[in-house]
């Protein structure tokens, strides 16, 4: 198996322009994995196992169960489809169920998504598309749309038509701020996730961040025009704001860049930089969760944060924080 530190020692520009396994071949539909960790979601889990199972290009599900004390297992035990494991993790903790999954996945891509998210019709199909045009990306992504904890619509992300994202080579794009925001919107390749060591399981957030640019410095990236996902926004979110600081968020910052295989494909002289975006975008981010949750004081704080960091950077993060408001 090629490692991520086989891949280190490659020349920068062979590092982006050789996929890690060979292309996904046209017409190959029974390729990708979905790994769900599930903890006391037995409100969710049944809608989300349904909008899974619910595309045909999936070829397995794999729910990790972490220590539950509802009735998730007992929802997901009585599901009869072939596709559907179910594991078990002994509670500990959402990375080590996303890297227990992946082991034992079968898939040439994995998708890790949310217990309580929901897939859109055709969101695999779409990334897979997508997928068989990028021969060299290791990760493909789209878009999302929120919704409430009873299920309705509560994002506008559909007025943003047209909007791109970033492909190709995104690993300093990615270093100042996480664009990608849930991996229920993305594939990515099973032999480059293991290459780079999965999730990092010492982190408590943001370790999805910290694994796109671990593998955004071995491969491409490729964006996918679409709204793919429903990303389930209330209070029992681990991201909510209303238990969250950014605080809470700046050890994936040190991680980050921290990490040899990161900075050894950072542009020289930048790291600083990117480094206080990445503090930026954070604490805009819970800026915008703050206001989403009605905690304008809270969010008023966070932007003054944005502003002891950098005055540029504040019309910006409160433009966000107040298109925050309408679901944008």
């Known amino acids: 198996m090629i490692t991520a530190e086989d891949i280190l ?4 520009s062979a590092r982006v322009a050789t996929p890690v396994r060979p292309p996904l071949q046209v017409g190959s539909t029974h390729s990708v994995s979905v790994v769900i960790p599930a903890k006391n979601v037995a409100a969710y889990i049944g809608e989300t196992l349904a909008s899974a ?8 599900i794999i729910v990790v169960d972490d220590g539950s004390t509802d009735e998730t297992v007992a929802i997901v035990g009585a599901i009869r489809d072939p596709r559907l494991y179910l594991m078990s993790n002994d509670s500990a903790g959402v990375s080590a169920a996303r890297n227990l999954g992946a082991r034992h996945a079968g898939g040439e891509w994995l998708l890790f998504l949310d217990a309580d998210d929901r897939l859109r019709p055709g969101a695999v ?6 997928a068989r045009e990028a021969p060299r990306a290791v990760l493909v992504y789209g878009d999302y749309n929120t919704i409430d904890s009873e299920g309705r619509q509560i994002g506008r992300r559909d007025l943003l038509k047209g909007r791109r994202k970033p492909s190709g080579d995104v690993l300093a794009r990615l270093a100042s701020g996480n664009f990608i925001v849930n991996g229920g919107i993305a594939l990515a390749r099973a032999e480059a996730f293991r290459a780079i060591g999965g ?3 010492s982190l408590r957030y943001c370790e999805d961040w910290h694994c796109w640019c671990r593998l955004a410095a071995i491969g491409e990236f490729e964006f996918a025009p679409k709204l793919l996902l429903d990303y389930r926004l209330h209070t029992a979110n681990t991201m909510n704001a209303a238990v969250r600081t950014p605080k809470d968020f700046f050890p994936a910052i040190a991680r980050v860049f921290d990490d040899g295989l990161i900075m050894a494909r950072l542009p020289a002289g930048t790291a600083a930089g990117l480094r206080r975006a990445a503090e930026i975008h954070l ?3 819970s800026a915008m969760q703050a206001v989403r949750f009605g905690r304008y004081r809270q969010a008023i704080g966070y932007l003054w944060m944005v502003a002891q960091r950098s005055l540029r950077a504040l019309p910006r993060a409160t433009a966000r924080t107040a298109l925050a408001r309408f679901g944008i």
């Open 9 to 12: 020692e490659l020349p920068a």
């Open 53 to 60: 199972l619910a595309q045909s290009e999936v070829s397995e």
């Open 125 to 130: 199909a779409a990334l897979l598309a997508t």
């Open 199 to 201: 999730f990092d399981t």
């Open 283 to 285: 604490v805009t981010y």
